[in-house]
């Protein structure tokens, strides 16, 4: 009788156990499976993803309240790069205006350290101050951040992201300029690697919906 | 109303002969949804679009566009050119006879450089477009918003 009993109870024990490892062995088989995804890309999307991240060489920029941005600054969470400048009527205000909206459809929950970041990064430094960056990009969304710096700083970015500009000549009589730019946004992951390329024609919720994908697939 | 058949024709002969021409003077183009697109007040310049349609028998080029309440105005094209999207001013915007241009967010705009004041959405500006053959015609134009569904080069799934 009571070995019955005992043998009854051994049973619960090993049940649950059993159990216990089973579940155990899913959540890090999830684990595992979502560190080494790096090499695969996720299915359905309307983003150039590389399947192995790129990491990112120095260089030293300065935000909108003159803070450094470098490469460091990219490090542990993710973030998106749109290159342009002020000075723009059509192209830029586009992207932002679509990010605007994305951004409201991507969850930024104050606890998630490593929710997304946008910066908009002005190849135009010579027109570009920091404090029409700040004004410039906040009527967007107040979480963005303008970037700029030096030239050469902003060609150590640019180059090793495939994002292309070039001034055109100054108008005799305005005294105004053009910028031909590159017009896709940038994702860079949490480690401070390009991950991602979203090119033109943007839509929001592809953006918003892409990102949390990838961000889902890869893992922060 | 009171007016004898006898002054009738005349009348609205009369009102043929006074409002024809202004017509011509004033309504060379046919111009729809003129709108400049709201911007940070800080912006250095804004994007103005609008649809415009030559009913004429003849083609309208349009060479030059002023506007007193900015330093100058551009007409621009877009093209995406070697990886880069390329913004050029262009001489002359040519309607064809019978035909249309569309001005839009991507594609064709104004670019209206240095407002001499902030303008917020709902705010109104004129706009004056100049033809090569030495006519005029003054448009205007309502500062909106931006929506994110204007670039219509988007493909729709």
Not at chain 2, 92 to 119: N, Q, R, S, T, W
Not at chain 2, 126 to 142: F, P, R, W, Y
Request: proline share 7%.
């Amino acid at each position: 009788m009571q070995n019955r009993t005992k043998s009854k109870y051994t049973n619960a024990i090993l049940l649950t156990v059993a159990l216990l490892s089973l579940g155990l062995g899913y959540w890090f088989s999830q684990q595992f499976q979502t560190q080494s995804r790096d090499g695969a890309i996720p299915e359905g999307l309307e983003a150039t993803v590389l399947d192995k991240a790129r990491p990112l060489s120095e260089f030293t920029l300065h935000d909108h309240d003159n803070k450094p941005f470098s490469d460091q600054t990219l490090k542990g969470h993710w973030s998106f790069l749109f290159f342009g400048y002020t000075h723009c009527p059509d192209v830029c205000p586009i992207a932002l205006k679509v990010m605007q909206d994305a951004w409201k459809q991507i969850p930024h929950d104050p606890a998630d350290q490593a929710a997304p970041r946008m910066f908009f990064v002005s190849v135009d430094p010579d027109r570009d101050t920091s404090e029409l960056l700040k004004q410039y990009v906040r009527y967007f969304d107040s979480a963005f951040i303008g970037v700029t710096g030096k030239a050469n700083e902003i060609d150590k970015l640019t180059g090793q992201l495939g994002i292309l500009y070039g001034f055109e000549d100054k108008d005799p009589e305005t005294g105004n300029y053009n910028v031909n730019h590159s017009a896709q946004f940038v994702l860079i992951d949490p480690q401070g690697r390009l991950r991602a390329v979203i090119s033109p024609p943007h839509d929001p919720a592809t953006i918003a919906s892409n990102f949390q994908t990838i961000r889902k697939y890869y893992g922060d | 109303m009171l007016i004898s058949r006898r002054y009738l024709q005349p009348l609205v002969a009369l009102c043929f002969l006074l409002f024809v021409p202004v017509l011509q003077a004033d309504e060379i183009l046919d111009i729809d949804d003129a709108w400049v697109a709201e911007a940070p007040p800080v912006a250095p310049v804004m994007g103005g679009y609008m649809k415009i349609e030559n009913e004429t028998n003849k083609p309208i080029s349009i060479t030059r566009a002023s506007c007193p309440e900015f330093d100058a105005v551009e007409i621009h094209e877009m093209s995406m050119s070697g990886g880069m999207m390329k913004m050029r001013e262009i001489e002359k915007l040519d309607i064809p006879a019978g035909g249309k241009v569309e001005l839009k967010p991507g594609g064709y705009h104004l670019m209206l450089i240095k407002p001499k004041k902030p303008f917020k959405k709902g705010d109104t500006l004129t706009v004056t477009l100049h033809t090569a053959d030495g006519q005029s015609q003054a448009v205007k134009m309502e500062v909106k918003e931006r929506k994110a569904s204007d670039d219509h080069q988007h493909h729709h799934h």
